[in-house]
T-cell receptor
């Protein structure tokens, strides 16, 4: 079985500040990890994914995430927040023979001017 | 090219009525997924299609829910005798193959409101 916990349902940052969205996972098989972003009234868009190899993954829009097996974490970061980053962010886990993704409950990011 | 499309974008129905939600995946994608997004519940997996077959229906919440896929393309999710707890956004996604390494591309969703 797999599960994802996103710490903080709502994160608020100032424009230009560091963005840190936390994700911890549980998986009985080597995990594949994903971050998706959802803008209002839109579907989910993939930001980045970790499958194998380098544990620091770079994605679109300046986001990156680091897979830390010892901490079972896959936190999402961006050095400097932009107003356009305001959205809801979902962490998801897949892996093994598990084609379906298990999602966290999401973190709503607010960026203040 | 075109992404995943879903119709209708919004559906309001009365309790007890049947509804059909449609998903058009990206052309050539063999795998198709339905998820439900409810307030406070996040995204819940409903069903997975590989081609026209549904090897995993484990997420369907009750026998009122069914889905089919024809021609390896369009999929329809049907909810019979809708209940208020069925109100949610229903998201469809497709991927090139049904493996965990393949990115799932999501449609904009259908917002279902059951009165």
């Amino acid at each position: 079985a797999q599960s994802v916990t996103q710490l903080g349902s709502h994160v608020s940052v100032s424009e230009g500040a560091l963005v840190l969205l936390r994700c911890n996972y549980s998986s009985s098989v080597p995990p594949y990890l994903f971050w998706y972003v959802q803008y209002p009234n839109q579907g989910l868009q993939l930001l980045l994914k970790y499958t194998t190899g380098a544990t620091l993954v770079k994605g679109i829009n300046g986001f990156e995430a680091e897979f830390k097996k010892s901490e079972t974490s896959f936190h999402l970061t961006k050095p400097s927040a932009h107003m356009s980053d305001a959205a809801e962010y979902f962490c998801a886990v897949g892996g093994g023979s598990n084609y379906k993704l298990t999602f966290g409950k999401g973190t709503l990011l607010t960026v203040n001017p | 090219g075109a992404g995943v499309s879903q119709s209708p974008s919004n559906k309001v129905t009365e309790k007890g009525k049947d509804v059909e939600l449609r998903c058009d995946p990206i052309s050539g994608h063999t795998a198709l997924y339905w998820y439900r997004q409810s307030l406070g519940q996040g995204l819940e997996f409903l069903i997975y299609f590989q081609g026209n077959s549904a090897p995993d229906k484990s997420g369907l919440p009750s026998d009122r829910f069914s889905a089919e896929r024809t021609g390896g393309s369009v999929s329809t999710l049907t909810i019979q005798r809708t209940q208020q707890e069925d109100s949610a956004v229903y998201l469809c996604a497709s991927s090139l193959f049904g493996t965990e390494q393949n990115e799932q591309f999501f449609g904009p969703g259908t917002r279902l409101t059951v009165l």
